[in-house]
């Protein structure tokens, strides 16, 4: 099967008056139609900023991209005005984290998703509110008709982002990002979220990357997950292959540091000190400070993403 996305040596760097921010260091990976990629790691590991990348959302004053990002052939960093424009919401679309914020207040959610429908296919209004309609039926949301006139602040949490949801599917995307979209939910609409996008990601044959921090929730909606660290994949591996063998350091830290049945009363694991300042780019293994399995070879050079297995890769000197 061939890929739908490719990202090969992704850089990402962000420049302001004092400083820059070597946010994103070579990341590489392939996402194929109908195949779900999670993206974890802690705050400030660079997932949202690659997530964000693929739609150029990043101010591009101050941004500097390089490496390539293509879609189905078609260089998306290269892309700029109407082709960016066609692209965003038509080919690819995103899921944000927050709809309270995604949303325009002053606008009701059928319009919003209308508005999208007539600029990427050229449908009357009519048919647009009909297509609208129907996508909120396509993601549970009940009395559809009815929710069509609705402001986005009249709607619970759940609601919005199910009518999110609907907005990135307006147009039939082959690509669907969803950047941690269930943080900001409870544990039960959670669950129901997350059930209806990989529902709806089997049903419609799309590819997904998923950005979160919650290694339960990229187990339960992934294909393959992926770890992030300063700016880097330091783990990419299948979802079996990272719940029964985690190979990097970092990565096992993840897991024992998960609350999971069974752990009354057990000690959590934490992962001492703090990610490294990426203004600095580290000259050597970039979790080699917080390591317990450290070693001086890890202190020479920087790693490169090695083979441990059937399409398990790792960036460790030790863990290879």
């Not at 500097?64 to 080919?91: C, P, Q, V, Y």
């Not at 950005?211 to 992030?228: F, K, L, P, Q």
């Not at 441990?308 to 460790?316: K, N, P």
Request: hydrophobic share 40%.
């Amino acid at each position: 099967m061939s890929n739908l996305l490719s990202v090969k040596d992704l850089h990402v760097t962000f420049r302001t008056p004092d400083r820059t921010v070597h946010a994103v260091n070579g990341v590489s990976f392939d996402v194929k139609r109908g195949e779900t990629l999670g993206i974890l790691g802690e705050s400030g590991s660079g997932k949202s900023v690659t997530l964000r990348s693929i739609l150029k959302l990043h101010p591009e004053h101050r941004t500097k991209w390089s490496g390539s990002i293509t879609l189905e052939g078609d260089e998306i960093l290269t892309m700029t005005g109407r082709d960016l424009a066609n692209l965003r919401g038509n080919r690819v679309s995103m899921i944000f984290q927050e709809p309270a914020t995604a949303f325009d207040p002053v606008f009701t959610i059928g319009q919003q998703i209308s508005e999208t429908v007539r600029r990427h296919t050229g449908k009357s209004h009519a048919d647009s509110m009909k297509r609208a309609k129907e996508l909120l039926e396509l993601v549970r949301i009940p009395s559809p008709a009815t929710r069509l006139n609705a402001y986005p602040h009249e709607m619970s949490g759940g609601m919005r982002q199910r009518a999110m949801i609907a907005l990135a599917l307006s147009c039939n995307p082959s690509l669907l990002l969803a950047d941690e979209p269930t943080t900001a939910l409870d544990a039960t609409v959670q669950i129901q979220v997350l059930l209806l996008i990989r529902e709806l990601q089997r049903e419609l044959d799309l590819g997904v990357i998923f950005v979160t921090h919650d290694i339960g929730v990229a187990v339960e909606v992934s294909d393959r997950v992926g770890v992030m660290y300063a700016g880097k994949l330091v783990e990419l591996a299948s979802v079996e292959q990272m719940v029964d063998t985690p190979k990097h350091p970092y990565s096992r830290g993840l897991l024992a540091s998960t609350v999971h049945d069974g752990m009354r009363g057990q000690r959590l694991e934490a992962i001492p000190g703090a990610p490294p300042d990426l203004a600095e780019v580290p000259a050597a293994c970039s979790f080699a400070p917080r390591c317990k399995f450290v070693e001086p070879k890890c202190l020479a050079s920087p790693p490169p993403l090695n083979s441990v297995g059937d399409s398990h890769l790792v960036r460790c000197v030790v863990a290879a």
